[in-house]
Structure formats: structure tokens, C-alpha cells
């Protein structure tokens, strides 16, 4: 019966806790987000990063919680509402969807000095967790890569060689 009893106790207690993380990272994301100044954001969302130190090589998942947000063909993350935030010209990063770690869908953003920052945005479910947002988030950022390296947005070709 005791055993029972702390079983019940331990189950209050943890979905107790489970509410208070998930709603004070709601709380986060809507601080950082109102810090950001920047005009024109076309999309935002609460993600985790995790380092290329931290990817797939720790019992750690992630490094950061802050919001990810697009403007224009540059991707930003912030993590607080102090901080400065990550720049990725998408012009110079290449950017392209992870493999699964952990069941959550991760994608990474290498920046032009070649390092990779890795991110992932989930929802803890009462069965599985949900990285439907993550995967949103990759479509829409290469649909502006898919744009830049659109023919309408390369230069023209140089002409021919004069002949003779």
C-alpha cells in the first residue's frame, strides 16, 4: 500500500513539474520575443539549440532555449532577452535537416566558418513528443534558399569569348 501511495505522489510531482517548465519557457519565449526590435519578423517559434559538441553526444539534449525567428534571407536565435542575437545570412550557410536524435527531428545551420549550430523545436506529449514545428521551420528557410538560387537570382552569364 505504501508503495502505491508513493507512486501516486511521485506522478502529482512530476506532472506538477512538467507544467511549471512548460509554462515558464512560454513565458521565456514571449519575453525574448517582445525584446527583439528588429521590424519585419516572418517567423518565430521557440527552439532548443544544442552545440556540434553537445549533437548526438550527450545525455544533455540541447544547449539553449530562445526564439528563432526569420527576416528577410537571415535567420536569427536568441536566447535572452539581454542577449545579443546569433546572425546566419543565408547567403553563407548552408542549411539542411539532421537525423533523428532522440525521436525529436532536428535541422542544422553551418555557418560560413564551417560550424554547425543545430535546433530543434518540440512539444512534450503526454506519448510522444512533436517536432512538427521544426520541420515547418526547415521548409520555410529553404524555400528562401530555394529562391536565392532561383536562375531569376543568379547573375547572368558572361559572354562568349570574341571569335577570331
Not at 34 to 53: D, L, Q, R, V
Not at 93 to 112: G, M, P, Y
Not at 129 to 143: D, F, K
Request: proline fraction near 7%; charge should be positive; include cysteine.
Amino acid at each position: 500500500m505504501d508503495f502505491l501511495i508513493g507512486a501516486i505522489i511521485g506522478a502529482v510531482a512530476s506532472t506538477i513539474i512538467m507544467i511549471i517548465i512548460i509554462i515558464s519557457r512560454q513565458q521565456k519565449f514571449k519575453n525574448v520575443l517582445a525584446s527583439i526590435k528588429e521590424p519585419g519578423i516572418e517567423y518565430s517559434a521557440p527552439f532548443f539549440y544544442a552545440s556540434s559538441g553537445r549533437y548526438q553526444k550527450s545525455w544533455k539534449v540541447y544547449d539553449a532555449f530562445g526564439v528563432l525567428y526569420l527576416i528577410g534571407n537571415t535567420v536569427y536565435f536568441k536566447s535572452g532577452t539581454s542577449s545579443v542575437p546569433w546572425v546566419f545570412n543565408l547567403a553563407e550557410c548552408r542549411v539542411q535537416q539532421e537525423a533523428d536524435w532522440r525521436r525529436l527531428k532536428w535541422f542544422s545551420i553551418t555557418a560560413a566558418n564551417g560550424e554547425k549550430y543545430y535546433f530543434d523545436s518540440f512539444k512534450i506529449g503526454a506519448f510522444s513528443n512533436n517536432s512538427s514545428e521544426t520541420l515547418r521551420a526547415l521548409s520555410l528557410i529553404q524555400s528562401k534558399l530555394s529562391v536565392q538560387q532561383s536562375p531569376l537570382h543568379t547573375p547572368p552569364p558572361p559572354p562568349p569569348p570574341p571569335v577570331g
